[in-house]
Nanobody, 122 residues
Framework: QLEESGGGLVQPGGSLRLSCAAF????????IGWFRQAPGKQREGVSC????????NYADSVKGRFTISGDSAKNTVYLQMNNLKPEDTAVYYC?????????????????WGSGTLVTVAS
């Protein structure tokens, strides 16, 4: 299971940190992805993180603004979001695949959280 937290309302240019707490599977051998879904749009990948290697990748739309990181002691992955824009408004989901080599393909993820809403508006 996965549980997201940290969403909320923030002004453009502001920051938020999302957390994804994992339970019930081998966190250290997994890959964690953050996805988002804006109203009327398809769910899209934001960032992908291999817990074992610490490697990460990002969608072009968030590169340089978002940073993903993990804490194995807490079985938690974070998404630090800086310089937020109105177009970042969406429900953010974390997902996990029980593989160290996942590319965070939407259809390959084994577990999904219920999402946390991020609203960027003045």
């Amino acid at each position: 299971q996965l549980e997201e937290s940290g969403g909320g309302l923030v002004q453009p240019g502001g920051s938020l940190r999302l957390s994804c707490a994992a339970f019930g599977f081998n966190f250290d051998h997994s890959t964690i992805g953050w996805f988002r879904q804006a109203p009327g749009k398809q769910r899209e990948g934001v960032s992908c993180f291999s817990v074992a290697s610490g490697s990460a990748n990002y969608a072009d739309s968030v590169k340089g603004r978002f940073t993903i990181s993990g804490d194995s002691a807490k079985n938690t992955v974070y998404l630090q979001m800086n310089n937020l824009k109105p177009e970042d408004t969406a429900v953010y989901y974390c997902a996990a695949e029980s593989s160290m080599f996942s590319t965070c393909n939407y259809y390959g993820m084994d577990y999904w959280g219920s999402g946390t809403l991020v609203t960027v508006a003045s």
